[in-house]
Antibody, heavy 119, light 108 residues
Framework: QVQLQESGPGLVKPSETLSLTCTVS????????WSWIRQPPGKGLEWIGY???????NYNPSLKSRVTISIDTSKNQFSLKLSSVTAADTAVYYC?????????????WGQGTLVTVSS | EIVLTQSPGTLSLSPGERATLSCRAS???????LAWYQQKPGQAPRLLIY???RRATGIPDRFSGSGSGTDFTLTISRLEPEDFAVYYC?????????FGQGTKLEIK
C-alpha cells in the first residue's frame, strides 16, 4: 500500500519561501505523476502542480511564477517550493499520486500539513 | 479554465436514504474526465469515482457516478453513517484541472 507523508515547517514568514517534502513509501516513485494540492482553512481544493518521475513538470497558471516542484527518485521524495508567500498561501498542503493514465487523477494522498504564513 | 459548480451546497439526509449530488461544468468536460472525492473532517480527500462512472479500488457499490458533457451526478444509493462528509468533483481533462466548491452531506 502506497503511503505519502508531507514534512516541512508549519510556519513561514511573509515574503519568504515555503518548502515542503513528500516522502513516498510502499511503492516506487517511478512511472507515476506526483502532485501538490492545497486547501485553505474551511475552503476548497486547489491543484498546485505535478512532476512526472522523469522530472517534467506542469504548474497551475495562477501559481506558476512562484512554484517549483522537484523530485529525488533515489530517496523516493518530491518537493514543493512556493516563493514570496503571503497570508493567502496559508493552507493545508497535500501531496498526492496520479497514475500514468491520468496525470491529474489523484488516487493516493498524504495526510496533509498545515502551513501558516505569519510574521 | 473550466469552472465546476456543485449543488446543493449542503444536503441533509438520514441514513438509509438516497443522496444525489450534482456537478455542472462551465464547458464540456473532455472524454468524461470527471472524478469525485470524499473528504471527512481532518482527513485528506479520497478518490471515489473517475471517468465519470468508474469506481476506484475498494469503493462500495452504493456509490455510483453518471453524466457527460457538462452535467454529472454522484449517487449514494443507501446512506451509511460513514458517508456523511464533503464531496468534491474534479475535472481532469482540460488543464488546469479544477475542483468544484464541494457539497456537504450532513445527517438530518
Amino acid at each position: 500500500q502506497v503511503q505519502l507523508q508531507e514534512s516541512g515547517p508549519g510556519l513561514v514568514k511573509p515574503s519568504e519561501t515555503l518548502s515542503l517534502t513528500c516522502t513516498v513509501s510502499g511503492g516506487s516513485i517511478s512511472s507515476y505523476y506526483w502532485s501538490w494540492i492545497r486547501q485553505p482553512p474551511g475552503k476548497g481544493l486547489e491543484w498546485i502542480g505535478y512532476i512526472y518521475y522523469t522530472g517534467s513538470t506542469n504548474y497551475n497558471p495562477s501559481l506558476k511564477s512562484r512554484v517549483t516542484i522537484s523530485i529525488d527518485t533515489s530517496k523516493n521524495q518530491f518537493s514543493l517550493k512556493l516563493s514570496s508567500v503571503t497570508a493567502a498561501d496559508t493552507a493545508v498542503y497535500y501531496c498526492a499520486r496520479a497514475p500514468p493514465y491520468g496525470a491529474y487523477l489523484l488516487d493516493y494522498w498524504g495526510q496533509g500539513t498545515l502551513v501558516t504564513v505569519s510574521s | 479554465e473550466i469552472v465546476l459548480t456543485q449543488s446543493p451546497g449542503t444536503l441533509s439526509l438520514s441514513p438509509g436514504e438516497r443522496a444525489t449530488l450534482s456537478c455542472r461544468a462551465s464547458q464540456s468536460v473532455s472524454s468524461s474526465y470527471l472524478a469525485w472525492y470524499q473528504q471527512k473532517p481532518g482527513q485528506a480527500p479520497r478518490l471515489l469515482i473517475y471517468g465519470a462512472s468508474r469506481r476506484a479500488t475498494g469503493i462500495p457499490d452504493r456509490f455510483s457516478g453518471s453524466g457527460s458533457g457538462t452535467d454529472f451526478t454522484l449517487t449514494i444509493s443507501r446512506l451509511e453513517p460513514e458517508d456523511f462528509a464533503v464531496y468534491y468533483c474534479q475535472q481532469y481533462g482540460s488543464p488546469p484541472n479544477t475542483f468544484g466548491q464541494g457539497t456537504k452531506l450532513e445527517i438530518k
